[in-house]
């Protein structure tokens, strides 16, 4: 972007500087450390200059808002034509319960959905399972079957909201149960909107959270996009999730290059079953984390899209803006929260919110200041939803597409973070996989490759926290006595006892033959290879439980034990 003349003048402009005023500063005060860096440890300079971006060729590396390589956003507008949508992670107890707390959010303002599931429904066990005592309803909403799911969404109209579903395992079933019940509600199916996280590779690479081995689950991942790209053009199959990633103790830089990994091998799934990319990619969504260090999360954010977009194009044959567009949720990051002094929780997510905004997110989920105690509580969710809507609407973030664009520090860290990123995505495909994407991950995750990459990287920031060479405030600098506590949000222990009576009820109540029936058939789908989703579409209609559903899964599959060797 400057010629050689400009630079040179810069470049002794620069030394003149450094020798004329910075040396005097820093032999009279010095700096406050020897070396300065990122939450991820990644090194930044103490200025930035066009020097440092004199590489970058502003059409082919920054462009326009809208256009190819979407660094500046994915759409021209961005904010100034529409606001992102605001979700809270909502889930708990029953499904009355949560339902209430959905009613409340929409309430004050909230612009779509978001729903938690406790532990035995993300394991697709029922919660009469001997597993599943003591963990019903504690961390999510439970849900064994269609009837919970239709209290869930009373009195909300599915054609009218987007709801996004946080669960993996058993996805297809929870999927299967949204669609079923837009069949009885008469709602058109292709007006469904909202997301299915239903990312399978994320749960083996840091989640943990499974039922059956990667390579069935990567074909029930794929069973469940295939489906809706037929059936729901508006729902977003799967999530790409980062989060879960970077939450387990990655850098940014790690989060981006796995959630990509993991993207471009979905992408390689479906097109080995015979799909367009130019018809399912557009239906592909991406989720991540937005941690303390604003700059380099921004970065994070621009150097994802560019590089989905070019590899898209380069590896995939993908033609239209749709299926080049990466477009991605954000939520900010739950593992910076701390339970010493929780208001400053308040402060860590509205940096971490104004990034994602900055960044260019289209969807976002602000954590609530109390989360690190326990389920958040009305007044902190409240609070969290609040902080989306300053930002939105008094700060001005809002105001300008890609606000930080073209300043030479979030440049330059875009170039970084894109080579460094793209280093790992490359080492996965050509050297794990042999030239396949697909292949790559599936081997990193057998391999234990992703794992110790994500546990170097914990450990070395906690050694960072411990040795007081990364200040987490409140926790080992500027403590406190702390006398009082925030209200907290229990659940209460008849739940359990609620939940397995209305199970009980409706095993009672249904047609036991027409249920036997219905699981023969995702029985004989599975053995045969076909899509499993109208299947399962049917089969919850018949009122099948989540448990019976994912039983049959496991019996042909086979459980999965990751491999401690592999760690």
């Given at each position: 972007?400057?010629?050689?003349?400009?630079?040179?003048?810069?470049?002794?402009?620069?030394?003149?500087?450094?020798?004329?005023?910075?040396?005097?500063?820093?032999?009279?005060?010095?700096?406050?450390?020897?070396?300065?860096?990122?939450?991820?440890?990644?090194?930044?300079?103490?200025?930035?200059?066009?020097?440092?971006?004199?590489?970058?060729?502003?059409?082919?590396?920054?462009?326009?808002?809208?256009?190819?390589?979407?660094?500046?956003?994915?759409?021209?507008?961005?904010?100034?034509?529409?606001?992102?949508?605001?979700?809270?992670?909502?889930?708990?107890g029953s499904a009355r319960e949560t339902n209430e707390r959905f009613h409340?959010?929409?309430?004050?303002?909230?612009?779509?959905?978001?729903?938690?599931?406790?532990?035995?429904?993300?394991?697709?066990?029922?919660?009469?399972?001997?597993?599943?005592?003591?963990?019903?309803?504690?961390?999510?909403?439970?849900?064994?079957?269609?009837?919970?799911?239709?209290?869930?969404f009373d009195d909300i109209d599915l054609a009218d909201v987007s709801t996004s579903f946080t669960i993996n395992p058993s996805a297809p079933v929870i999927y299967a149960m949204y669609v079923a019940l837009a069949d009885q509600r008469g709602v058109d199916r292709a007006k469904l909107r909202g997301t299915l996280q239903n990312d399978m590779f994320k749960e083996f690479i840091a989640q943990?959270?499974?039922?059956?081995?990667?390579?069935?689950?990567?074909?029930?991942?794929?069973d469940v996009i295939e489906f809706a790209t037929q059936q729901t053009p508006k729902f977003k199959p799967v999530s790409v999730s980062g989060y879960h990633i970077r939450e387990a103790g990655s850098t940014a830089v790690q989060e981006l290059a796995f959630t990509l990994a993991d993207g471009f091998a979905y992408v390689e799934a479906c097109l080995d079953r015979g799909l367009d990319v130019d018809t399912f990619a557009p239906q592909l969504s991406f989720f991540f984390n937005s941690h303390n260090a604003i700059f380099e999360e921004v970065a994070k954010f621009r150097a994802a899209r560019r590089i989905y977009a070019r590899l898209m194009g380069e590896w995939y044959d993908a033609e239209t803006d749709a299926a080049k567009q990466l477009k991605f949720h954000t939520q900010t990051a739950g593992q910076s929260l701390t339970a010493q002094q929780p208001l400053n929780n308040v402060v860590r997510v509205?940096?971490?919110?104004?990034?994602?905004?900055?960044?260019?997110?289209?969807?976002?989920?602000?954590?609530?200041?109390?989360?690190?105690?326990?389920?958040?509580?009305?007044?902190a969710v409240r609070v969290a939803l609040r902080t989306q809507q300053i930002i939105a609407e008094?700060?001005?973030?809002?105001?300008?597409?890609?606000?930080?664009?073209?300043?030479?520090?979030?440049?330059?860290?875009?170039?970084?973070?894109?080579?460094?990123?793209?280093?790992?995505?490359?080492?996965?495909?050509?050297d794990l996989g042999d030239g396949s994407m697909r292949a790559g991950v599936l081997a990193g995750i057998e391999q234990g490759y992703f794992q110790r990459e994500i546990q170097d990287a914990a450990y070395e920031y906690q050694q960072r926290v411990e040795d007081d060479e990364e200040t987490v405030v409140g926790v080992n600098k500027y403590t406190v006595e702390e006398e009082t506590e925030p209200e907290l949000l229990t659940v209460d222990e008849g739940v359990q006892d609620q939940q397995r009576e209305r199970l009980d009820a409706v095993r009672a109540e249904r047609d036991e033959a027409a249920v036997e029936d219905a699981l023969s058939a995702v029985h004989d789908a599975t053995v045969a290879g076909e899509n499993v989703m109208p299947a399962v579409v049917e089969a919850v209609k018949a009122e099948a439980t989540m448990g019976e559903i994912m039983g049959v899964f496991e019996a042909e599959f086979g459980s999965y034990r990751e491999e401690i060797g592999a760690m």
């Amino acid at each position: 972007m400057y010629d050689e003349t400009d630079l040179e003048a810069i470049r002794a402009a620069k030394s003149a500087w450094a020798e004329e005023t910075l040396d005097p500063a820093l032999d009279a005060y010095g700096e406050r450390a020897d070396r300065f860096a990122t939450v991820s440890n990644h090194a930044v300079e103490r200025l930035y200059t066009p020097l440092d971006v004199a590489d970058i060729d502003y059409e082919a590396d920054l462009g326009f808002p809208g256009e190819e390589p979407y660094t500046r956003g994915v759409y021209p507008t961005m904010y100034r034509g529409r606001q992102w949508t605001m979700r809270q992670f909502a889930g708990f107890g029953s499904a009355r319960e949560t339902n209430e707390r959905f009613h409340y959010l929409i309430e004050e303002g909230q612009t779509g959905l978001s729903t938690a599931f406790d532990m035995p429904t993300l394991m697709g066990i029922d919660s009469d399972d001997r597993m599943a005592a003591g963990e019903v309803g504690k961390e999510g909403v439970a849900v064994d079957t269609l009837r919970d799911m239709e209290i869930l969404f009373d009195d909300i109209d599915l054609a009218d909201v987007s709801t996004s579903f946080t669960i993996n395992p058993s996805a297809p079933v929870i999927y299967a149960m949204y669609v079923a019940l837009a069949d009885q509600r008469g709602v058109d199916r292709a007006k469904l909107r909202g997301t299915l996280q239903n990312d399978m590779f994320k749960e083996f690479i840091a989640q943990k959270e499974w039922v059956v081995p990667p390579e069935p689950s990567l074909r029930l991942v794929t069973d469940v996009i295939e489906f809706a790209t037929q059936q729901t053009p508006k729902f977003k199959p799967v999530s790409v999730s980062g989060y879960h990633i970077r939450e387990a103790g990655s850098t940014a830089v790690q989060e981006l290059a796995f959630t990509l990994a993991d993207g471009f091998a979905y992408v390689e799934a479906c097109l080995d079953r015979g799909l367009d990319v130019d018809t399912f990619a557009p239906q592909l969504s991406f989720f991540f984390n937005s941690h303390n260090a604003i700059f380099e999360e921004v970065a994070k954010f621009r150097a994802a899209r560019r590089i989905y977009a070019r590899l898209m194009g380069e590896w995939y044959d993908a033609e239209t803006d749709a299926a080049k567009q990466l477009k991605f949720h954000t939520q900010t990051a739950g593992q910076s929260l701390t339970a010493q002094q929780p208001l400053n929780n308040v402060v860590r997510v509205t940096i971490q919110a104004l990034a994602g905004v900055l960044g260019g997110t289209q969807s976002l989920h602000t954590n609530s200041f109390d989360e690190a105690l326990a389920l958040p509580s009305e007044e902190a969710v409240r609070v969290a939803l609040r902080t989306q809507q300053i930002i939105a609407e008094e700060s001005g973030a809002a105001d300008i597409v890609d606000p930080l664009g073209g300043s030479f520090a979030v440049e330059a860290l875009t170039d970084e973070i894109e080579a460094e990123a793209m280093a790992y995505i490359e080492h996965v495909r050509d050297d794990l996989g042999d030239g396949s994407m697909r292949a790559g991950v599936l081997a990193g995750i057998e391999q234990g490759y992703f794992q110790r990459e994500i546990q170097d990287a914990a450990y070395e920031y906690q050694q960072r926290v411990e040795d007081d060479e990364e200040t987490v405030v409140g926790v080992n600098k500027y403590t406190v006595e702390e006398e009082t506590e925030p209200e907290l949000l229990t659940v209460d222990e008849g739940v359990q006892d609620q939940q397995r009576e209305r199970l009980d009820a409706v095993r009672a109540e249904r047609d036991e033959a027409a249920v036997e029936d219905a699981l023969s058939a995702v029985h004989d789908a599975t053995v045969a290879g076909e899509n499993v989703m109208p299947a399962v579409v049917e089969a919850v209609k018949a009122e099948a439980t989540m448990g019976e559903i994912m039983g049959v899964f496991e019996a042909e599959f086979g459980s999965y034990r990751e491999e401690i060797g592999a760690m």
